[in-house]
């Protein structure tokens, strides 16, 4: 089946800094890939949408500036949390549609995020 | 409301049948979604209907489709400690470009 990475899978940083989460679709090509976030015991709340090659569309209320999305390729998408925050601490999970299927997006493992 | 809604919490014996249900707010979704997270992991996709059927059913999963009422239910059969986890309930919307999901449903499983 189609598989979904992302790297790292655990990153802890500090106040002001920025970080960097890779989404890769190993074994095909997405078009479309989307962030998500998830707070403890809850939800996922879609952040943005990214197709390859444009620019990513945020969700409202998410700030463009401040999450950075990149989608350089087909196999993969980066998001860069910039000047980080302890509110901006969170379980980051990714997800690819693969170009040939409409109904099934693939997730990553996510990524927890910790700003000390 | 924007919201697809589901209890946040189910209790069950070991061997029993589990039922979650959830509702889902758009007409025009195509897809419907039962994901399980288990704790620490991301999202494993279950199974999915297209909203055309009324009923999918895949070895101990059986989904329900209730178009009219916007109403999708999951049954697991012979309920196992391994399936205690989060499920998910989502729906596809704006033509498939967007998964919208419920906050989860905790399924707690007795042994």
């Known amino acids: 089946g189609a598989v979904v990475s992302q790297h790292p899978s655990r990153v802890i940083c500090k106040s002001g800094t920025s970080v960097k989460i890779e989404c890769r679709s190993l074994?095909?090509?997405?078009?479309?890939m989307f962030w998500y976030r998830q707070f403890p015991k809850q939800s996922l709340m879609l952040m943005a949408t990214?197709?390859?090659?444009?620019?990513?569309?945020?969700e409202q209320g998410v700030e463009k500036d401040k999450f950075l999305i990149n989608h350089a390729s087909l196999t993969l998408s980066t998001l860069t949390v910039t000047s980080a925050h302890p509110e901006d601490s969170s379980f980051y999970i990714c997800?690819?549609?693969?170009?040939?299927?409409?109904?099934?997006?693939?997730f990553g493992p996510g990524t927890r995020l910790t700003v000390t | 409301g924007e919201d697809v809604e589901q209890s946040l919490f189910l209790s069950v014996r070991e061997g029993d049948s589990s039922v979650i249900n959830c509702t889902y707010t758009?007409?025009?979704?195509?897809?419907l979604y039962w994901y399980k997270q288990e704790p620490g992991a991301g999202l494993q996709l279950l199974t999915y209907?297209?909203?055309?059927?009324d009923m999918k059913q895949d070895q101990r999963l059986t989904v329900l489709l209730n178009k009219k009422d916007k109403h999708l239910s999951l049954r697991i059969a012979d309920t196992q400690t391994g399936d205690s986890a989060i499920y998910f309930c989502?729906?596809?919307?704006?033509?498939?470009?967007?998964?919208?999901f419920g906050a989860g449903t905790r399924l707690f499983v007795k042994a």
């Open positions: 989502a729906e596809n919307r704006g033509g498939g470009f967007k998964t919208i």
């Open positions: 074994d095909f090509q997405a078009t479309t």
């Open positions: 990214s197709n390859e090659g444009s620019k990513a569309t945020y």
């Open positions: 209907i297209f909203s055309n059927m």
């Open positions: 758009d007409s025009s979704s195509t897809y």
């Open positions: 997800s690819a549609r693969d170009r040939g299927e409409v109904a099934q997006q693939y």
